[in-house]
C-alpha cells in the first residue's frame, strides 16, 4: 500500500517537472513585438507593406507555435527562439527599410517639385514665344488657366510633403509633372511647326489703345 | 535471496509502468486544433494578400475577430491544468476566421477587379470628356470659375490615372469622383449655355437667308459674320467670294444687352460710314448701325422688365475694323479682321452693304460633331 501512494506521488511528480520545464521566450517575444512596432511607427505599411505583412505574419505564427508548446505536455521552446531572433531582425530590417524607402519618395517627391517648377518657368517663357495666330492665343489662354491649376496642385504637394505624407505628395506632384511637361511639348511643336513653316513669331501683342467710344 | 527477486521486480515493474504511465499521460492530453490554426493563419494571410482589409473590410474584421478568439480562447485554455482544457471553442472560432477569410478574399478578388474595370471605363470616359471639352469650348467665353474647375479636373484625372496605375483604386476611385464632379458639371453647365445660345439658330438662319437672296437680288456685296466659326464671309449675287478669320468681343456669345458688356451684337445692320487714315485708331474701320431699330425697342423692354437696371445705356460705335490677325477675342464688341484684309474689303464694300452678324451658320449638332 505504501508503495503504491509512493509510485503515484512520483508519478505526479514527474509530469509536474516534466510538463513545467521549458519557459515561453517572453523577453524575446517582448523584444520582437517592440520591434514590429517601431516598423509600424517607421510607416512599414505604407512604404514596404509586404515585408511588413510578412514579418507580422511571422510573428502571428510564433505565437501560435507558442501555443501549441503551452499545450504539450513536454515543452520545447527552442526552435521559437530561433524563429524569434530572426523575426526580430526581420522586424528591424522592415524598419530601416521603411525609413530607407521613405527617405527615398521623400528624394522623389523632391527632385519631381525642383523639376516641375523648373518646367514651369521654361513653360511661362514659352508663352512668351508661343504663335498667336489663328486661335492660337485662346488655347493659350486654357493654357495659363491649366498652369495655374498646376501651381495650384505643386502648392498641395508642398503642403503635404511639409506634412510628411510624402506618397501623397509623390502621387501630386507627378500628376502636376506629366501636366507641366504635357504643356511644354504642346507649346515647343507649336513653336517648332512654325518656325518649320518660316513664318514669322507674332509678338505678345496687347489690344489697341482702346477708343474713347461706347461699344 | 527472495528480497533480492523482489526488489528487482518491484523495480522493473515501476521501470515498465513509469514510460506506460507517461505515454497514457500524453495519449489523454487534449489535442488543440494546431491545423486548423496554421490553416485559418493561411487563409487570412491569403486574403490581406488579396487586399481584403482594403476591398472587403466587413469580412476580412470578422474573420480577424474571429481568429484572435481563437488565439485568445487556445491562450486561456493552456492556463488550465492540461487535463481540463477544451479547445472546441479554438476549433470553432478557427473555423469561423477560415469561412470569413475565404469569403473576403473572394469578396476583395471580384470588388478589386470589378473596380478596376469600372475605373477603366470611368477614366477613358473623363479623358473622351477632357477632349471634347478642349475642342468645344477653348475658345468659348466660359466664366474663369469654369475654367478654374475645367482644369482642377483635368489635375485630378491625372492623379487618378497615377494612383490607378499603382493599384490604389480605392483612392483612384475618390480622386475620379472628384474630377468627374468637376468635369461633367463644367461640361454641363457649358454645355447648357450653348444650346441656349443655339435656341436662336432659326432666326439665323432666316437673316443669313434674307441676306444671301438680298445679295442675290441686288447683285451686290453682303457681309456674314459667324460668330461661332469666328469667320467673316464676302457674298457677291449671293455666292461667297471671300472668307476671313474675325476676332470678336471678348463676352462674344449672345446678344449684345447693354454698353461695356463686351458682347458682339446679332442682328442685320448696314455700313454706315467708312474710316480710314486717322479718322479710326483700328487701321481701317467700317461703323455699322448698330443699334438699330429693333436693337432699341429690345434694350427698352429689358430696361422694363427689369432685367437691366435703369441706369443701364445702350452700347453703340460698333465697326468691322483691322489690328486684327491676334487669334484671340479681344474686342469691347467689334469684329476685328488683319489690316491687309481691311484694305480688301474696304475696296469692295460701300456705305449700307448689308452685314448680318449670327450666332452661327451651322446647326448645334454639326458644330458638335465637326
Same mark, same amino acid.
Given at each position: 500500500?505504501?508503495?503504491?501512494?509512493?509510485?503515484?506521488?512520483?508519478?505526479?511528480?514527474m509530469?509536474?517537472?516534466?510538463?513545467?520545464?521549458?519557459?515561453?521566450?517572453?523577453?524575446?517575444?517582448?523584444?520582437?513585438?517592440?520591434?514590429?512596432?517601431?516598423?509600424?511607427?517607421?510607416e512599414?505599411a505604407?512604404?514596404?507593406?509586404a $515585408?511588413?505583412? &510578412? #514579418?507580422?505574419?511571422? *510573428? !502571428?505564427?510564433?505565437? =501560435?507555435a @507558442? /501555443?501549441?508548446?503551452?499545450?504539450?505536455?513536454?515543452?520545447?521552446?527552442?526552435?521559437i527562439?530561433?524563429?524569434?531572433?530572426?523575426?526580430?531582425?526581420?522586424a528591424?530590417?522592415?524598419?530601416?527599410?521603411?525609413?530607407?524607402?521613405k527617405?527615398?519618395?521623400?528624394?522623389?517627391v523632391?527632385?519631381?517639385?525642383?523639376?516641375v517648377?523648373?518646367?514651369?518657368?521654361?513653360?511661362?517663357?514659352?508663352?512668351k514665344?508661343?504663335?498667336?495666330?489663328? $486661335?492660337g492665343a &485662346? #488655347?493659350?489662354?486654357? *493654357? !495659363?488657366?491649366?498652369? =495655374?491649376? @498646376? /501651381?495650384?496642385?505643386?502648392?498641395?504637394?508642398?503642403?503635404?510633403?511639409?506634412?510628411?505624407?510624402?506618397?501623397?505628395?509623390?502621387?501630386?506632384i507627378?500628376?502636376?509633372s506629366?501636366?507641366?511637361?504635357?504643356?511644354?511639348?504642346?507649346?515647343?511643336?507649336?513653336?517648332?511647326?512654325?518656325?518649320?513653316?518660316?513664318?514669322?513669331?507674332?509678338p505678345?501683342?496687347?489690344?489697341?489703345?482702346k477708343?474713347?467710344?461706347?461699344? | 535471496?527472495?528480497?533480492?527477486?523482489?526488489?528487482?521486480?518491484?523495480?522493473?515493474?515501476?521501470?515498465?509502468?513509469?514510460p506506460?504511465?507517461?505515454?497514457?499521460?500524453?495519449?489523454?492530453t487534449?489535442?488543440?486544433?494546431?491545423?486548423?490554426?496554421?490553416h485559418?493563419?493561411?487563409?487570412?494571410?491569403?486574403?490581406?494578400?488579396?487586399?481584403?482589409?482594403?476591398y472587403?473590410?466587413?469580412?476580412?474584421?470578422?474573420?480577424?475577430?474571429?481568429?484572435?478568439?481563437?488565439?485568445?480562447?487556445?491562450?486561456?485554455?493552456?492556463?488550465?491544468?492540461?487535463?481540463?482544457?477544451?479547445?472546441?471553442?479554438?476549433?470553432?472560432?478557427?473555423?469561423l476566421?477560415?469561412?470569413?477569410?475565404s469569403?473576403?478574399?473572394?469578396?476583395?478578388?471580384?470588388?478589386s477587379?470589378?473596380?478596376?474595370?469600372?475605373?477603366?471605363?470611368?477614366?477613358?470616359?473623363?479623358?473622351?470628356?477632357v477632349?471634347?471639352?478642349?475642342?468645344?469650348?477653348?475658345?468659348?467665353?466660359?466664366?474663369?470659375?469654369?475654367?478654374?474647375?475645367?482644369?482642377?479636373?483635368?489635375?485630378?484625372?491625372?492623379?487618378?490615372?497615377?494612383?490607378?496605375?499603382?493599384?490604389?483604386?480605392?483612392?483612384?476611385n475618390?480622386?475620379?469622383?472628384?474630377?468627374?464632379?468637376?468635369l461633367?458639371?463644367?461640361y454641363?453647365?457649358?454645355s447648357?449655355?450653348?444650346?441656349?445660345?443655339?435656341?436662336s439658330?432659326?432666326?439665323?438662319?432666316?437673316?443669313?437667308?434674307?441676306?444671301?437672296i438680298d445679295?442675290?437680288?441686288?447683285?451686290?456685296?453682303s457681309?456674314?459674320?459667324?460668330?461661332?466659326?469666328r469667320?467673316?464671309?464676302?457674298?457677291?449675287?449671293?455666292?461667297?467670294?471671300?472668307?476671313?478669320?474675325?476676332?470678336?468681343?471678348?463676352?462674344?456669345?449672345g446678344?449684345?444687352?447693354?454698353?461695356?458688356?463686351?458682347?458682339?451684337?446679332?442682328?442685320?445692320?448696314?455700313?454706315a460710314?467708312?474710316?480710314?487714315?486717322?479718322?479710326?485708331k483700328?487701321?481701317?474701320?467700317?461703323?455699322?448701325?448698330?443699334?438699330?431699330?429693333?436693337?432699341?425697342?429690345?434694350?427698352?423692354?429689358?430696361?422694363?422688365?427689369?432685367?437691366?437696371?435703369?441706369?443701364?445705356?445702350?452700347?453703340?460705335?460698333?465697326?468691322?475694323?483691322?489690328?486684327?490677325?491676334?487669334?484671340?477675342?479681344?474686342?469691347?464688341?467689334?469684329?476685328a479682321l488683319?489690316?491687309?484684309e481691311?484694305?480688301?474689303?474696304?475696296?469692295?464694300?460701300?456705305?449700307?452693304?448689308?452685314?448680318?452678324?449670327?450666332?452661327?451658320?451651322?446647326?448645334?449638332?454639326d458644330v458638335?460633331?465637326?
Amino acid at each position: 500500500m505504501k508503495n503504491k501512494v509512493l509510485m503515484g506521488l512520483a508519478a505526479i511528480a514527474m509530469v509536474a517537472f516534466l510538463s513545467s520545464c521549458g519557459k515561453v521566450p517572453q523577453a524575446k517575444v517582448d523584444a520582437t513585438n517592440a520591434a514590429i512596432t517601431a516598423a509600424q511607427t517607421a510607416e512599414a505599411a505604407v512604404y514596404v507593406p509586404a $515585408e511588413f505583412t &510578412a #514579418v507580422q505574419d511571422s *510573428m !502571428k505564427a510564433i505565437n =501560435a507555435a @507558442i /501555443e501549441v508548446q503551452k499545450s504539450k505536455l513536454f515543452k520545447k521552446f527552442g526552435p521559437i527562439e530561433l524563429k524569434l531572433d530572426a523575426t526580430l531582425a526581420q522586424a528591424q530590417k522592415v524598419a530601416t527599410d521603411a525609413v530607407a524607402k521613405k527617405e527615398e519618395v521623400k528624394k522623389e517627391v523632391e527632385t519631381t517639385m525642383a523639376a516641375v517648377k523648373t518646367t514651369m518657368e521654361e513653360n511661362a517663357t514659352l508663352m512668351k514665344k508661343a504663335p498667336r495666330g489663328k $486661335e492660337g492665343a &485662346a #488655347v493659350l489662354e486654357a *493654357m !495659363k488657366t491649366d498652369m =495655374a491649376a @498646376i /501651381e495650384a496642385s505643386v502648392a498641395e504637394a508642398q503642403a503635404a510633403y511639409d506634412k510628411g505624407t510624402f506618397m501623397d505628395a509623390l502621387n501630386k506632384i507627378k500628376a502636376a509633372s506629366e501636366k507641366a511637361t504635357g504643356i511644354n511639348t504642346e507649346l515647343k511643336d507649336a513653336i517648332e511647326k512654325v518656325k518649320g513653316k518660316g513664318k514669322a513669331v507674332a509678338p505678345a501683342a496687347k489690344p489697341a489703345a482702346k477708343p474713347a467710344v461706347k461699344k | 535471496m527472495r528480497k533480492i527477486w523482489r526488489g528487482v521486480l518491484i523495480f522493473s515493474a515501476i521501470a515498465v509502468s513509469i514510460p506506460l504511465f507517461v505515454l497514457i499521460l500524453i495519449h489523454f492530453t487534449p489535442k488543440p486544433p494546431t491545423a486548423k490554426m496554421e490553416h485559418a493563419r493561411a487563409i487570412l494571410s491569403q486574403a490581406e494578400k488579396n487586399q481584403a482589409d482594403t476591398y472587403s473590410k466587413k469580412l476580412f474584421t470578422e474573420a480577424k475577430i474571429f481568429y484572435d478568439s481563437a488565439m485568445a480562447n487556445w491562450h486561456n485554455e493552456n492556463k488550465r491544468f492540461i487535463y481540463f482544457r477544451h479547445y472546441d471553442k479554438v476549433g470553432t472560432f478557427a473555423d469561423l476566421s477560415v469561412k470569413r477569410a475565404s469569403q473576403a478574399t473572394d469578396n476583395s478578388i471580384s470588388t478589386s477587379s470589378n473596380l478596376k474595370v469600372k475605373l477603366k471605363q470611368k477614366i477613358e470616359s473623363l479623358d473622351a470628356l477632357v477632349v471634347q471639352i478642349d475642342d468645344l469650348f477653348n475658345t468659348y467665353p466660359l466664366t474663369s470659375e469654369i475654367r478654374n474647375r475645367i482644369s482642377k479636373g483635368k489635375i485630378l484625372l491625372k492623379e487618378a490615372e497615377i494612383v490607378y496605375n499603382k493599384g490604389q483604386y480605392l483612392q483612384a476611385n475618390r480622386k475620379l469622383t472628384d474630377a468627374e464632379y468637376l468635369l461633367t458639371e463644367s461640361y454641363e453647365y457649358a454645355s447648357a449655355n450653348l444650346k441656349n445660345y443655339f435656341k436662336s439658330y432659326s432666326v439665323w438662319k432666316k437673316w443669313v437667308d434674307r441676306t444671301l437672296i438680298d445679295s442675290k437680288n441686288n447683285k451686290d456685296y453682303s457681309i456674314i459674320i459667324d460668330k461661332f466659326s469666328r469667320k467673316c464671309f464676302i457674298y457677291l449675287s449671293g455666292s461667297k467670294k471671300y472668307e476671313f478669320d474675325a476676332e470678336l468681343g471678348k463676352n462674344w456669345v449672345g446678344d449684345k444687352r447693354t454698353r461695356g458688356d463686351m458682347a458682339t451684337p446679332e442682328g442685320m445692320y448696314k455700313i454706315a460710314k467708312k474710316f480710314d487714315g486717322g479718322k479710326t485708331k483700328y487701321y481701317k474701320a467700317l461703323l455699322l448701325d448698330y443699334p438699330n431699330e429693333e436693337d432699341v425697342q429690345k434694350f427698352k423692354a429689358e430696361i422694363e422688365r427689369g432685367s437691366l437696371p435703369a441706369s443701364a445705356r445702350i452700347g453703340g460705335l460698333i465697326e468691322i475694323h483691322g489690328n486684327g490677325g491676334k487669334g484671340i477675342d479681344w474686342t469691347e464688341g467689334c469684329i476685328a479682321l488683319t489690316d491687309k484684309e481691311m484694305d480688301m474689303i474696304f475696296k469692295i464694300v460701300r456705305v449700307g452693304t448689308p452685314v448680318t452678324i449670327i450666332g452661327s451658320m451651322a446647326e448645334l449638332k454639326d458644330v458638335v460633331d465637326k
